[in-house]
């Protein structure tokens, strides 16, 4: 789940000279918490992968018993229409 990342709160004003060095600390640590968010993201995706895979092999195996079910239910019902055929003659 996405954490909200607060906006830090000042507590005195900076001086003019120290703001953009403190602009850039905070800067590199939020890049720094995105870089690690984006690497989370990363594995959930890696994790999604692998378990739509695992779905996939298991879908084409039920689709497969499937088939092979429906290819034996034909030929009962061919043999049975044929044996309902010779037990009219």
Do not use: C, K
Request: aromatic share 4%.
């Amino acid at each position: 789940m996405a954490e909200l990342i607060p906006f830090p709160a000042r507590l005195r004003p900076a001086p003019a000279g120290e703001r953009l060095p403190l602009a850039l600390v905070a800067l590199e640590a939020a890049l720094a918490r995105q870089r690690a968010a984006m690497a989370d993201w990363q594995e959930s995706l890696a994790a999604l992968d692998g378990s739509l895979a695992g779905l996939h092999a298991s879908l084409a195996g039920y689709r497969a018993r499937l088939a092979q079910l429906g290819t034996g239910v034909a030929r009962l019902g061919d043999e049975a229409r044929r044996l309902a055929a010779w037990g009219e003659r």
